[in-house]
């Protein structure tokens, strides 16, 4: 376990409480390589009171889909199809909290996902790395070599309040705030306005924070 993990477990322990904390993974090649030839996997491990429950490998990448070959305009810091192997399962942890699944950021784009665990678990846990702007929008268009490419939108709440709706599961997520790269023919960056907040079973948000403003959010997250 590296030095960081092990401090995140350290907390764990000494406050009594349940962590899940996202990381870049270094594998067993065994697992696959990327595109540059290295065994790199998107990461989320849970901690409960001191204790590691284990691991979840992001399934789902996205990016520019063929990755040999990719299109004029992708985003090479963003294409995790050339970055990251992907895992094979969504599994069920079970922590003090209950019991709950993980999905992280794009895994969440495919609501019948969720359903599958429907009576599973007890809630849906939604860490995400995407860039927000006022809780909404965030890339303004970029110019690529004298063409323009429209960028994605990602609004967190608008995710999984209607995946807690479809599902009848309960939902926490978290985004992160800070500065995001845009890059362009001009390379820049601009304000990532995350949020973290909390959806009941019927997709209500019952908690979110300021976009934008790092926060600690506490709520009680209804699970009937």
Not at 6 to 15: N, P, V, W
Request: with cysteine.
């Amino acid at each position: 376990t590296s030095r960081h993990l092990e401090a995140f477990r350290r907390l764990s322990a000494k406050h009594n409480v349940t962590i899940v904390l996202g990381f870049l993974e270094h594998v067993s090649p065994a697992k696959g390589v990327n595109w540059y030839g290295a065994p790199v996997q998107n990461a989320a491990i849970i901690f409960d009171g001191g204790m590691e429950v284990g691991v979840h490998y992001k399934t789902r990448v996205s990016g520019c889909g063929n990755a040999s070959h990719p299109p004029v305009g992708c985003r090479d810091w963003r294409d995790e199809t050339r970055l990251l192997v992907p895992g094979d399962g969504i599994e069920i942890w079970r922590t003090r909290l209950g019991k709950f699944a993980i999905y992280t950021c794009s895994e969440n784009m495919a609501p019948e996902r969720w359903s599958e665990k429907k009576g599973l678990v007890d809630f849906i846990v939604s860490p995400y790395n995407c860039e927000e702007s006022n809780g909404t929008f965030v890339y303004p268009d970029v110019r690529i070599g004298g063409r323009t490419f429209p960028q994605r939108t990602c609004n967190t709440a608008a995710v999984n309040s209607p995946n807690s709706q479809v599902s009848a599961l309960p939902s926490v997520w978290a985004n992160r705030v800070g500065s995001a790269y845009v890059g362009g023919d001009v390379p820049h960056y601009i304000a990532n306005r995350g949020t973290a907040g909390g959806t009941d079973k019927r997709g209500k948000v019952v908690a979110r924070t300021t976009p934008g403003v790092e926060e600690v959010l506490l709520f009680s997250l209804p699970l009937d």
